[in-house]
């Protein structure tokens, strides 16, 4: 629709329809308007006055004739009140002739202009404020991802002699994460895993080597080809104890958290890996397999032998377990025991110094805590919940550890 081009701030537009018995044209039917109006609605809402004063726009008229009639549309902005600007409106239905024809109007509608400003105002500022919250969204993203990416970097240590891309626990742990390369570490780094180390290249470095012979070693590697390969060499130089692996096509840089999990909880001990996949490998270590083996098979004597005489700890356990209690020992004697339901609270209260606990019931979170601020050196529980802190001091027996 063509909108008027007034100087004045008009408020509303009447709309209406013309019909012609015959071929007339725009000024014939603005003169009718003018003519057949004048004296209609009195001196006040007088048209030419009206228009002289501003209060009513420049008349805006389309039409077209065809086959000897003509029909058109009469636009008409006023910044009359609400009133008036209706009154004006029904008066050009009085109109019955233009120039020489018959002639009908029909008022289609009175717009609000205003309210259509206002809607195209709302509609453009959602459009505005959907930006800025877009830009903000980005913005705030970026800035996460900066800082994120910035403590990873920092995080990211150089070890040994070949200054090999870790984490900051590769001394502290007892277990190792050998991963290919400084992307894997920060993919790593930024899941919370920071007991890791990098390849950094094909060959393995001799820094590696001699932490598989201090460490309980995992190979976490790419899902294709190239992993393949670096496992075979690993396996001939370094004294590796589980193999995990990233999804078939997935490298462990793209691997999200879950993926992550997921892999490292299925690893397998490498003669298994070794035993389900065809590498083509043979392990260079039996001298040291069957070490380990003797080993193995002297302390599995000497267990099944301690285990004929029946457990103090372990009976201990089992009465604690059936009766729902938790007790606190000193040197392997019971100083006291309580209820599983208030066994923390008693904690607390505890006065005399113990240096174990044993608990017939899951441990907490809330118990490793309570218990590390006691001093005490071992939890020996059912099961473990979800503990994930855990101070490096205090260690923690299940109940499988103990049966066996």
């Known amino acids: 629709m063509k909108l008027y081009n007034d100087p004045n701030a008009a408020k509303y537009l009447i709309t209406a329809r013309i019909e012609a018995d015959g071929v007339v044209e725009r000024p014939d039917v603005v003169g009718a308007i003018f003519g ?11 048209l030419r006055d009206l228009q002289k004063s501003g209060r009513i726009g420049r008349i805006e008229v389309e039409i077209k004739s065809e086959k000897g009639r003509s029909i058109g549309e009469i636009r008409i902005p006023s910044s009359l009140d609400q009133v008036e600007t209706a009154i004006l409106a029904a ?5 019955d002739r233009v120039g020489p024809c018959r002639a009908r109007v029909e008022v289609l509608g009175i717009e609000d202009i205003r309210a259509t400003k206002r809607q195209r105002v709302v509609e453009r500022a959602k459009q505005l404020l959907q930006s800025i919250l ?19 970097i920092e995080e990211i240590m150089s070890y040994g002699e070949e200054h090999l891309p870790a984490g900051p626990n590769v001394d502290k742990s007892d277990a190792i994460i050998v991963v290919e390369g400084r992307s ?17 290249g094909t060959n393995v470095p001799k820094t590696i080597v001699e932490l598989s012979k201090k460490k309980m070693v995992t190979a976490f590697l790419d899902g294709d080809r190239g992993g393949d390969l670096i496992l075979k060499e690993l396996l001939q130089v370094a ?44 392990l260079n270590r039996e001298e040291k397999k069957e070490e380990v083996k003797e080993q193995h098979t002297t302390s599995k004597r000497k267990k099944e032998t301690a285990e004929k005489k029946e ?11 059936d009766k729902k209690e938790a007790a606190i020992l000193k040197n392997t004697k019971v100083l006291t025991r309580f209820p599983l339901n208030e066994f923390i609270d008693k904690l607390k209260e505890f006065k005399e110094k113990g240096d174990t606990i044993v608990t017939g019931g899951v441990i907490s ?3 490793v805590d309570i218990a590390h601020q006691k001093g005490i050196k071992t939890i020996i529980g059912y099961k473990v919940g979800n503990v994930t802190k855990k101070p490096v001091s205090l260690k923690i027996i299940t109940k499988d550890t103990v049966k066996r």
């Open 36 to 46: 057949q109006t004048e004296g209609l609605l009195g001196d006040d809402l007088d």
């Open 91 to 95: 008066a050009l239905e009085t109109i």
């Open 134 to 152: 877009e830009q903000g969204k980005h913005v705030s993203e970026d800035i996460i991802k900066e800082v994120r990416e910035s403590v990873e």
């Open 184 to 200: 894997d570490i920060i993919n790593l780094l930024k899941h919370g895993i920071k007991n890791t180390i990098a390849l950094n």
């Open 239 to 282: 004294d590796v104890d589980f193999v995990a692996r990233a999804p078939k096509g997935y490298e462990v840089e793209e691997l999200t958290y879950k993926q992550l999990q997921k892999a490292l909880r299925n690893k397998m001990p490498v003669e298994q890996y070794l035993a389900t996949h065809d590498l083509g490998i043979e």
């Open 311 to 321: 457990d103090p700890m372990d009976a201990l356990f089992k009465e604690l377990n």
């Open 365 to 367: 979170q809330r118990l």
